[in-house]
């Protein structure tokens, strides 16, 4: 391993423990960048199988990247010394598929049949864009990425069912075939983008209003390009009802010491 | 090589004779699928070294697939017996810069300072379009792709220089997405599209009345996407007036033994 990578897992490592000190409780966009990112969903073990079907039968928004044992809120692939307890900014918390509370550690909800899933997220293929010249917009405005709830149905799972959400990153057409090219090799971080241009040919009414996130400004002969959202196995819970589920609040994800490289394609 | 490669290169030497033969004079799109096309550019030696700059200035618009030697009218890297003088279905000629006829053969007006160049051409991406289910509308509706002339310039080189040709097929943006990875594939067919969407914003006044070849139709949802194009050459040279240069008729391209997949990459 090189020198730079041993430097980054450093750096990791030392975010992990400043969110797990609750030193750090915003979003994690832009920080530790060379290493993925991942959406979190936690459910009990009643779910749990359903869940892993609706990811599989939905890999673009919902592409898993670990899985725990039941009642293990630790994720040894991901990285080392994660506990799922305490290692996001923040977390949603879920009953009955309503949004009760909002916490920065779930020690106290956590159960023996809890089961913690791992998606990718877009934040790979960010640092890949930035390095290609192509710094997306929230990330030059310093805010957290536009995401829309779509009409593009997932594949639905037992109770599991909804539709997907998108992240939208604005680019002239040229930038934006460069930027298809790009995230094409990250098919860990939901890929190449399923939409771009007219917004209402997906369902999005109004780009300056996104459902989750910030909005991000649009200019002069750029189109808006969309990407699968990690977010998306959140609308499917409200849907799925589960007594409990508990994910990362959008934007602040957990920070894994995997590399972006090591599941790029190509 | 595979029998169906077998195969597929005796059609080929079937076609390339009857072209000879002057049984075939009409457009190449469609034929002989699987092995590379080529857009021809015949000039005197006095040119060759400024047009081969101007090639390697603009690999988007010109990726040289072959260069004969002087004087000789085989190309030995792209086929088996190929005669330059006769192997291509129109021949446009050029003086001082003005295309003054057409014809089927050159031997004519074949010199022994004559230098041959192939360029690559989008029917290799075609095919492989048509296979994943995204044939192209000028394949569909059985016409010549539409070509337009843009206000993209190239990179001159001495005295070629001039504005780059692009070709158009319309596609709904997530099978552009799609076009736009498959196409990436085929760096020296024109590879990934330079654009998509506002025609104008590339200077095209009017879809519906290409430069070359025919127009096609636009369906609900569709945007134009474009791809830049060998027919870019032909522009140059009525800028650089070579006192005689002699290129394909659009559509109608040198057929080569060398197999689309071998050029691939990933």
Known sequence: MSQSSLT????TSELRQAIRRKEHTGPTSGLATGVMQGNVVILPADYANEFLLFCQNNPVSCPLIGVSEIGDYSMPMLGKDIDMRHDIPEYYVYRNGDKVESRT???????????AFILGCSF???????????????IEEGVNVSMFETNIATTPAGRFHGNTVVTMRPYVPKDAIRAIQITSRFPKAHGAPLHFGTPEAIGIKDLSKPEFGDAVSLREGEVPVFWACGVTPQLAIRNAKPPICITHAPGK??????????LAVF
């Open 105 to 115: 550690d779930i020690e106290a909800l956590w159960q023996d049949d809890m089961v």
């Open 253 to 262: 994800m957990l920070v894994t010491d995997i590399l972006d490289t090591d």
């Open 8 to 11: 980054l897992l450093q750096q």
């Open 124 to 138: 790979s293929f960010e640092h890949a864009l930035s390095q290609a010249g192509l710094t997306p917009r929230n």
